[in-house]
């Protein structure tokens, strides 16, 4: 699967962004989704990851409230949104892909996944 990020942009601290990740193929829906971010001179990190069927999210603690992800099967895109956002959330946001057995589920480990988009860069200014 190839996975196209798009969506980053500069923004004013409290402000809001939609990352946007649109998948090629046809079996999308096979796919538990994650999205990660790389800050300068920091590792990559989680940020937020769904399951198949949508039905298992979760979120890294620094997001929890603030970001929403969510998935259109029909459209075979995963999204991030992102409000009150805050200088230290920028960072290249990038989607990644695992191809899962199971419906339920996600995966906050890089590690753990497949395949990965271009990233897509979120400045946030004070």
């Known amino acids: 699967v190839q996975l196209q990020a798009s969506g980053g942009g500069l923004v004013q601290a409290g402000g809001s962004l939609r990352l946007s990740c649109a998948a090629s193929?046809?079996?999308?829906?096979?796919?538990?989704m994650g999205w990660f971010r790389q800050a300068p001179g920091k590792e990559r990190e989680f940020v937020a990851a769904?399951?198949?069927?949508?039905?298992?999210?979760g979120y890294a603690d620094s997001v929890k409230g603030r970001f929403t992800i969510s998935r259109d099967n029909a459209k075979n895109t995963v999204y991030l949104q992102m409000n009150s956002l805050k200088p230290e959330d920028t960072a290249v946001y990038y989607c990644?892909?695992?191809?899962?057995?199971?419906?339920?589920?996600?995966?906050?480990?890089?590690?753990?996944?497949?395949?990965w988009g271009q990233g897509t860069q979120v400045t946030v200014s004070s």
């Open positions: 193929g046809r079996t999308f829906s096979s796919y538990a």
């Open positions: 990644a892909a695992r191809e899962s057995y199971y419906t339920s589920g996600y995966y906050s480990n890089s590690g753990a996944y497949d395949y």
């Open positions: 769904i399951s198949r069927s949508a039905g298992s999210i």
